[in-house]
């Protein structure tokens, strides 16, 4: 079983950058993990996967201004993402799935606010 705390949420303005951080409490070697947020007043969706090989994945809405990535060695997910829009304001988790299980694991999410 593996913890997952994200970080690095906050209030930007739109055009600018965040750096999302997603902590496991242990190896995420082997694991699929990825992003989803939550608008407000909206359903959790998808934004981004890596799987363990192969390139990662986008929703349409953010491709080309986020980009996931992992750092195996410190078991920490990042989401770069620039050029925000008003529209990418939402509460942002972090996914874990072991490749060889059905099992989910899920962070506590952080909160993304877009606006001038």
């Known amino acids: 079983q593996v913890q997952l705390v994200e970080s690095g949420g906050g209030l930007v303005q739109p055009g600018g950058s965040l750096r999302l951080s997603c902590a496991a409490s242990?190896?995420?070697?082997?694991?699929?993990m990825g992003w989803y947020r939550q608008p407000p007043g909206k359903q959790r969706e998808f934004v981004a996967i890596?799987?363990?090989?192969?390139?990662?994945n986008y929703a349409d809405s953010v491709k080309g201004r986020f980009t996931i990535s992992t750092n195996n060695a410190k078991n920490t997910v990042y989401l770069q993402m620039n050029s925000l829009k008003p529209e990418d304001t939402a509460v942002y988790y972090c996914?874990?799935?072991?490749?060889?299980?059905?099992?989910?694991?899920w962070g506590q999410g952080t909160q993304v606010t877009v606006s001038s």
């Open positions: 996914y874990g799935r072991p490749s060889y299980s059905a099992t989910t694991y």
């Open positions: 242990g190896s995420i070697f082997n694991y699929i």
């Open positions: 890596i799987p363990t090989r192969g390139s990662p």
